[in-house]
Structures are given as structure tokens and as C-alpha cells.
């Protein structure tokens, strides 16, 4: 299971090869911010209900290196499944415990100002919390996962609900799961290289060639989408050229639907109009007593009297006014009936081009007041066909010095992996040399691709290896141990963790398959990596376990026919006690007791020496 920013090993993508020349680098896909660990982040608090077989379970975890041992099936991999599920992995209702309707996990990790969930925090207004009992540095982030019965489920952060999707998004800052099944992603050719990237710290290099090549793409697509168009570019024509003709035929005016049907309007009611009109005319001017000339008397009437009463005199005014305004619109009535006509043919044109542009509109889906701006679509299109030739021509010249780009940055970015490939040799062969593989060889060679441009450059990388002296170097794939899978694993894990952002790393039983001195350093290198990270185990290795700061000891028991998962923190004497039963079975003897203490003690000076690789008492 791999729920880390990248999950399991990879494909390390563009953004960790991004994030490792500098503190804060964009993701170019996500949109989100990430940095190099500066500061230590750590989940703290874990709270587990009705999750499989723990009906309720509260941990608390520290920095460092923690293990959870117990034996098969007391349901350590539940606790990773818990896990797994508040950060977002896939939600299965068979999870929930029998007879329960709902179940959740939640869970609270501490984080530095410069953790990497920060700024994803505020984009999204989803800001930490900072509590007075922390640390002036620190503050503390709560997510939380229900299902229900009915299938339903919800995510919180920092309580506030979002998308699963979202939650799953921040779980990928915060955690990587590291399990058995990595091994086939880390033998999957196709990886590899992204590897080889990310231990080169070329972000620069590796960008340049992705940009590049989307230049080039999207130049190729524009190519074959007129090409394409080339194809069909006679019929089209054709196609473009009747349809314009018969709306250039139209002869088609802006706003002309308008004005046509204000006409008709006038000419279908020419008889009811002119009556009215001269009905209009005859009582403002014509008839015996018009009213601009009745207007016009009172007025005067009340200007003669006007010295006599100043009252009088706005009143005059008013009068005066009105007999000009009804000249005015007498004489504006006079105009309308001369210019106004009772023509039936008039009306039958005015008719036919109504019907004209009605037609026009139907068979071209449109209002008739788009008809003008699809004529002009289509002649924009028409043009572009006619120089369709001169386009690809032009096209083809950015196709080559784009291309021209691409192979550049691409020489570029094979020179600094081939320049690398020595070096990522020998620190895997230093990894595993502490893992007690001192003889293996592991070798990365650079194939040519296919030839076509790449996003990722035009090469392919491979990892070989040769386990023993006289074996020659093989494909990954073709190793079948899985002690050697699970070593090189780690090896290649302790060599790139540097450049990870994350800041736990949970390993689930990747120790399967060894023993002895191997075991011991694998648990070597996990306490390594938990100098700089909170590392979690899954074991069921004695010499693993030895090396946990932190040991948790998980196991069932039935109680009134209902089986229960407990997790127990072990202080020195129980931790000696379950060493002891990992040793030497269910029966603890004083030897196997013995062993334990020599073991811890074995590991605590190492520890303390700083050495890669304990002495197994054994």
C-alpha cells in the first residue's frame, strides 16, 4: 500500500525531482506547495472505532523509530488500514465492525511552520490549529475519516468537511506506507527513471526538457489538425462558398428584422392610420375652431389684462407655450399623412423578404439577427482554408525549432544522467554493503527510447544487479529472493530519503523473507532514517524490533464471545518480555530473556557509535 506523496516508491514525477533543489518549489499539476523537511513533522495522536476487530483504540506516537509487533493475525495490519483510511485511501464498508453502523478514525499530526501542509492549508482555508500547550513552533492538524453502513463517506479536516479526493490530497504531504508490493513497482523498468532523476537533483534540466516537449506536442497537434482539415478542405469549401453566396445574396443589414416588421405594420394599417391622422390635423389646425388657434386666443386674452394682475401673467406664458407646441405637432401630422402611403404591393415585398429572412433563419439555427455574425464566421473560416497551404508551412518551421528545443534540452538533461549513473551505483552498493550484501553490484545503465520525443527525455533507465560475486548483472525483475528484493528496497529507500518531503514513513512487514544479521540491518537503517523522520514499523523480526525508540505490542483476545485488538506501549521490562517471545516462541525461557537484553543492549550501542550494522548475539 502506498499512500505518500508519491505512492509506494514512485513513479517519482516531476514534482519530487522539482522539490529537491530548493526549500519551496511549485507542483506544476497539483498547484500545491511543497518543501524539503526543514523542520520535524510527526503524527502524534491516533483514535481508532469500530475499525475490523478494535472496537476503540487511542495511540499516541512519537518521534523517532516506533515498532508494532505481535503475532500473525493480532491485527497489526488493521492499525495500517486505519491509518490508510484517514489519509484518504479508498473507503470499504467491510472494515466497519460487525455490528456497528458507522466507524471513523482520526487522527492529529504535529507539524513545524515549515512542513509543506501549510501553505495547502491556507490555499484552501483549512489553517492549522495552534494551541497554547505546543511548542512556540508547532501546530497541530486533525483529520478525520467516517463510513457508514450505507456506504457513505465523510472527511474532515481540521473539522471542516471536504472531498475525500481533498483529504486524500493532504494525506500525500504527511505520510508514506511502504509495504511488500513496492517491490513490483521498484522492478517496473518504467520507474526507473525517475529515479535516476531525483538522485541526480537536476529540476532545472528535467523541467526544461518537459516544457519543451509540450511546445512541441502541442505545435504537432495543430499540424495534424490541419492536416485533418486538408483532407476534408475541398467539400468544405465547396460547402462554405453556397452557403455564403446565398447569404451574401440575402444581402443581409443589422437590426433590419426590426425596421421590416415597424413597416409592415404601417402599411398592413395604412387605412386606420391616414384616419387617424387627418382626424388629428383637422382638430389641432383645419377645423373652424382649431385648437392651437383657440389656444392662442386665451392667450392673448389673458397678455391684455396681464399689467392689471401679475397673477395673470405666468398663466399667460403657459398658454403662449401651448398654442406653439400644438402648431408644432399639428404641422408634424401634416408631415406624417403626406409621407404616409396605401401601397398593396409595398406590403407583398415587404412581406416577401420578411418570409426571405425567416427561412434563412431556420435553416441555419440561428435568430435572424445572427445570420450577419455566422456570414462572417464562415468567411473568417473560408479564408483560413485558403491559406490553409501557407499555415503548415508555417507550421512545419515551428515544428522543427521546437523540435530543435526538445533535442537540446534533451542532449542536455543525458549528459547529467549519464554523469550520474556511477554515483547512484555506488550509493546503493554503500546501502547494501550495510545490509550485508557487500559483494552485490548494482549498476544503472541508460538505454535509447523509442525515438520520439518524451516528456522524460529520450532515454530509458534500467537497474541492474548482481547479488553475488560470478553472477552476472540482471534486470530487477528477474531477481526472484525477496530477502534481496526487501534489502534493495530499503537501500534504495535510505538513498533517496533525503529528497522526500514527507516526514513519516511507515514500513508494513517490509523485512518479510530475512533473518539474522540481515534483519538487524534493516532495523539499522530504518533507525537511520528515523534521525531525520518519524518512521513506523510492522515486524515480526526480532532483530528489527530491537532497534524502535518506541515499541507498541498489538494483540487479540475474545472476551463474551466479542474478539477485541488492543495495542500495549512496552516499557523496558514487557519490551525484554516480547523480544523474548519473538525469539523464542510461546514458551519464554531465561536464555531466550537473555538474548533480548543482549540484543537491545547490541542495538543501543550502535546506536550510540553510530555504526550502520549491529552484532547479532546470536
Same mark, same amino acid.
Given at each position: 500500500m502506498g499512500l505518500g506523496l508519491y505512492p509506494t516508491w514512485l513513479p517519482l514525477s516531476t514534482p519530487i525531482i522539482q522539490l529537491a533543489h530548493n526549500r519551496q518549489t511549485r507542483d506544476t499539476v497539483g498547484g500545491s506547495w511543497f518543501h524539503l523537511p526543514s523542520g520535524f513533522a510527526m503524527l502524534h495522536h491516533l483514535i481508532v472505532e469500530n475499525i475490523a476487530l478494535i472496537s476503540r483504540m487511542e495511540l499516541q506516537f512519537n518521534q523517532g523509530l516506533t515498532v508494532l509487533t505481535g503475532e500473525t493475525g493480532a491485527g497489526k495490519s488493521i492499525i495500517i488500514d486505519a491509518l490508510s483510511l484517514v489519509l484518504g485511501a479508498r473507503a470499504d464498508t467491510t472494515l466497519i465492525r460487525s455490528g456497528s453502523e458507522r466507524a471513523s478514525v482520526q487522527a492529529c499530526f504535529r507539524l513545524p511552520p515549515t512542513h509543506a501542509a501549510h501553505p495547502w492549508l491556507q490555499e484552501r482555508a483549512l489553517n492549522t490549529n495552534n494551541e497554547p500547550t505546543l511548542q512556540p513552533d508547532e501546530e497541530e492538524l486533525f483529520i478525520r475519516r467516517l463510513l457508514s453502513q450505507n456506504g457513505r463517506s465523510r472527511a474532515f479536516i481540521n473539522e471542516t468537511q471536504v472531498p475525500v479526493a481533498t483529504l486524500a490530497e493532504l494525506g500525500r504531504l504527511l505520510v508514506e506506507i511502504h509495504g511488500q508490493q513496492e517491490h513490483q513497482t521498484l522492478l517496473d523498468p518504467s520507474t526507473h527513471l525517475a529515479i535516476?532523476?531525483?538522485?541526480? &537533483? &537536476?529540476? #532545472? *534540466?528535467?523541467?526544461a526538457v518537459k516544457q519543451a516537449f509540450e511546445q512541441w506536442h502541442s505545435i504537432?497537434? /495543430?499540424?495534424?489538425?490541419? %492536416?485533418?482539415?486538408?483532407g476534408d478542405t475541398a467539400d468544405r469549401q465547396a460547402f462554405l462558398a453556397f452557403q455564403l453566396r446565398e447569404l451574401e445574396e440575402a444581402g443581409l443589414q443589422p437590426g433590419e428584422m426590426l425596421e421590416l416588421e415597424q413597416q409592415r405594420s404601417r402599411l398592413a394599417h395604412a387605412t386606420r392610420l391616414v384616419q387617424a391622422a387627418q382626424t388629428a390635423l383637422e382638430l389641432l389646425l383645419e377645423s373652424s375652431h382649431p385648437a392651437a388657434a383657440l389656444t392662442g386666443r386665451a392667450a392673448s386674452a389673458l397678455e391684455a389684462v396681464s399689467? $392689471? #394682475?401679475?397673477t395673470l401673467e405666468p398663466m399667460a406664458v403657459t398658454l403662449r407655450s401651448l398654442q406653439y407646441e400644438l402648431d408644432d405637432v399639428g404641422e408634424r401630422v401634416r408631415d406624417y399623412l403626406q409621407g404616409l402611403e396605401v401601397d398593396p404591393a409595398q406590403l /407583398? *415585398? $415587404? /412581406?416577401?423578404? +420578411? #418570409? +426571405?429572412? *425567416? *427561412? +434563412?433563419? %431556420?435553416?441555419?439555427r440561428r435568430e435572424v439577427e445572427q445570420l450577419p455574425e455566422l456570414m462572417q464566421?464562415?468567411?473568417? /473560416?473560408?479564408?483560413? +482554408?485558403?491559406?490553409a497551404d501557407a499555415r503548415e508551412q508555417a507550421l512545419e518551421r515551428e515544428s522543427a525549432a521546437a523540435l530543435a528545443t526538445y533535442m537540446q534540452a534533451a542532449h542536455h538533461l543525458g549528459e547529467a544522467r549519464r554523469a550520474t549513473l556511477p554515483r547512484l551505483g555506488r550509493a546503493v552498493e554503500g546501502q547494501l554493503q550495510d545490509l550485508h550484501m557487500a559483494k552485490a553490484r548494482f549498476q544503472v545503465t541508460l538505454q535509447p527510447g523509442k525515438g520520439e520525443p518524451r516528456p522524460n527525455g529520450l532515454e530509458e533507465a534500467l537497474f541492474q544487479i548482481s547479488p553475488n560475486p560470478g553472477e552476472p548483472l540482471k534486470a530487477l525483475h528477474l531477481i526472484a529472493s525477496g530477502g534481496e528484493l526487501s534489502r534493495i528496497t530499503l537501500a534504495m529507500k535510505t538513498t533517496l530519503a533525503h529528497l522526500l518531503p514527507i516526514s513519516t514513513l511507515i514500513f508494513d512487514e517490509v523485512d518479510t523473507g530475512v533473518g539474522g544479521r540481515v534483519a538487524a540491518s534493516i532495523g539499522a537503517k530504518m533507525a537511520h532514517i528515523a534521525q531525520s523522520r518519524q518512521v513506523l514499523a510492522v515486524t515480526h523480526l526480532p532483530q528489527v524490533a530491537a532497534w524502535g525508540t518506541h515499541h507498541l505490542k498489538v494483540e487479540k483476545s475474545t472476551l463474551h464471545e466479542q474478539t477485541t485488538v488492543t495495542v500495549t506501549p512496552l516499557d523496558l521490562p514487557l519490551r525484554i518480555e516480547e523480544l523474548a517471545r519473538m525469539l523464542a516462541g510461546e514458551q519464554i525461557t531465561a536464555p531466550a530473556r537473555q538474548h533480548a537484553q543482549a540484543l537491545l543492549d547490541s542495538c543501543q550501542l550502535e546506536k550510540v557509535s553510530h555504526s550502520p550494522v549491529p552484532t547479532d548475539p546470536s
Open positions: 535516476l532523476d531525483a538522485f541526480a &537533483h &537536476h529540476p #532545472d *534540466r528535467v523541467e504537432a497537434a /495543430e499540424q495534424k489538425k490541419v %492536416r485533418q482539415q486538408q399689467a $392689471l #394682475d401679475a /407583398e *415585398r $415587404l /412581406e416577401d423578404r +420578411l #418570409d +426571405l429572412l *425567416r *427561412r +434563412l433563419a %431556420r435553416k441555419h464566421q464562415w468567411q473568417q /473560416e473560408m479564408a483560413q +482554408l485558403e491559406n
